[in-house]
């Protein structure tokens, strides 16, 4: 059985990124900041610490900093309740105000179409999207299974619930995959939530649970220290980062899960949104910013470090991507059982 949630014509969020990526670029660099913060700034992680969002916020945080980017300082919050629901409401709570910026993931969408939570990305101004996150199928190093190929056909080949994933929170982007793998093996899967990608990726090398599907920066540290083990990476082509991470592998070596047999895909936006009502000279103004801390060697690296798609937008653009990427969202939602039946 061959399972591919996206929709149209089986492109992913990478595919819809790259669609308006020409357009993009031909629209130069943003103009000038007017606005400049007059006070501190609340940079809300509407997640769990220890996961792909925290540690990129809080790198963002270090390098603005480290360069003296701001004439405030910024100061980092997590407001994980409600699988994210806590940080966004915050936002939308303080409309038009410019001392706040939020980093998000794919919760903005996922949250409120679980929930039935009367809360839309459109209550919030977008900012800027930093990357696409990647999703890698990882075991135990020390588990038996060196291919997806041999995981996927042990878990055909087992009971139902017999396999347990440990991802985070439920009906979110870990939980959509996994029910994406149930389709593909054609058995259940024990899906086992916890508070954020720090902990799944712990969970896994304490054998807590059989796999994950850890963003690449949440798993490193331990695939680097020999703990864990990547099967393939959820993606439609291969990483293109080419220098080792272990000794013996990088990760472009990593196969995609398509090459593997398993057709499912899936990209997480990484992106800062500030609260509603934002002035124009005022996103300026955080469009400049974060494009002076991608501008920093320490930024490509993190990129690197995290095995990031390097796509980033702002303006129409970012917004045309965002309308795209709900629409995705809630058919895939809807074929995995999760919208709200309010």
């Given at each position: ?7 149209p014509?089986?492109s992913?969020?990478?595919g ?5 990526a020409?357009?993009l ?6 103009r ?11 940079f ?26 701001m ?11 409600g ?5 966004f ?6 409309p038009?105000?410019?001392h706040k ?14 929930t039935g ?6 209550d919030?101004t977008?900012v800027s ?15 038996s ?23 985070t ?15 593909a ?9 916890f508070?954020?990608g720090?902990?799944?990726a712990?969970?896994l ?6 796999s994950?599907v ?7 540290a331990h ?6 083990r990547?099967l393939?990476?959820?993606?439609d082509k291969r ?5 080792k991470?272990?000794?013996?592998m990088?990760?472009?070596d990593?196969p ?5 047999g398993?057709?499912?895909?899936y990209?997480?936006l ?5 609260p509603?009502g934002?002035?124009?000279?005022q996103?300026a103004?955080?469009v400049?910013?974060l ?7 320490e ?6 470090q995290g ?9 129409d ?9 709900e ?8 074929e995995a059982g999760?919208?709200t039946k309010?």
């Amino acid at each position: 059985m061959r399972l591919h949630p996206w929709r149209p014509g089986r492109s992913t969020l990478a595919g819809i990124a790259v669609a308006i990526a020409a357009t993009l670029a031909a629209s130069g660099a943003p103009r000038a900041a007017k606005w400049q913060t007059t006070r501190p700034v609340t940079f809300v992680i509407p997640a769990g610490t220890g996961g792909g969002a925290d540690q990129m916020a809080r790198f963002i945080q270090g390098m603005v900093a480290k360069h003296n980017l701001m004439n405030q300082p910024m100061v980092v919050v997590n407001k994980a309740g409600g699988a994210g629901l806590e940080g966004f409401l915050d936002l939308k709570s303080t409309p038009r105000d410019p001392h706040k910026i939020a980093i998000t993931l794919s919760n903005l969408f996922t949250t409120p179409l679980a929930t039935g939570t009367p809360f839309n990305w459109k209550d919030l101004t977008p900012v800027s999207m930093l990357a696409l996150d990647q999703f890698v199928l990882w075991v135990n190093a020390d588990s038996s299974y060196k291919t997806a190929q041999e995981y996927i056909a042990a878990i055909k080949n087992g009971a139902d619930h017999q396999f347990k994933m440990g991802g985070t929170g439920s009906k979110q982007e870990d939980h959509i995959i996994t029910v994406a793998l149930e389709r593909a093996s054609g058995k259940k899967l024990t899906y086992v939530p916890f508070s954020g990608g720090g902990t799944v990726a712990v969970q896994l090398v304490g054998k807590h649970v059989d796999s994950t599907v850890n963003n690449p920066i949440e798993a490193v540290a331990h695939w680097k220290s020999g703990a864990l083990r990547p099967l393939c990476i959820f993606s439609d082509k291969r990483s293109s980062y080419t220098e080792k991470v272990t000794e013996t592998m990088a990760w472009s070596d990593i196969p995609t899960c398509k090459e593997a047999g398993l057709d499912v895909e899936y990209q997480m936006l990484r992106g800062i949104f500030m609260p509603g009502g934002a002035t124009p000279d005022q996103v300026a103004y955080y469009v400049g910013l974060l494009k002076r801390v991608m501008e920093t060697p320490e930024w490509k690296q993190f990129m690197e470090q995290g095995a990031f798609n390097q796509m980033t937008m702002t303006g129409d653009e970012f917004r045309k991507w965002l309308e795209s990427a709900e629409k995705l969202h809630r058919e895939l939602m809807q074929e995995a059982g999760f919208l709200t039946k309010n």
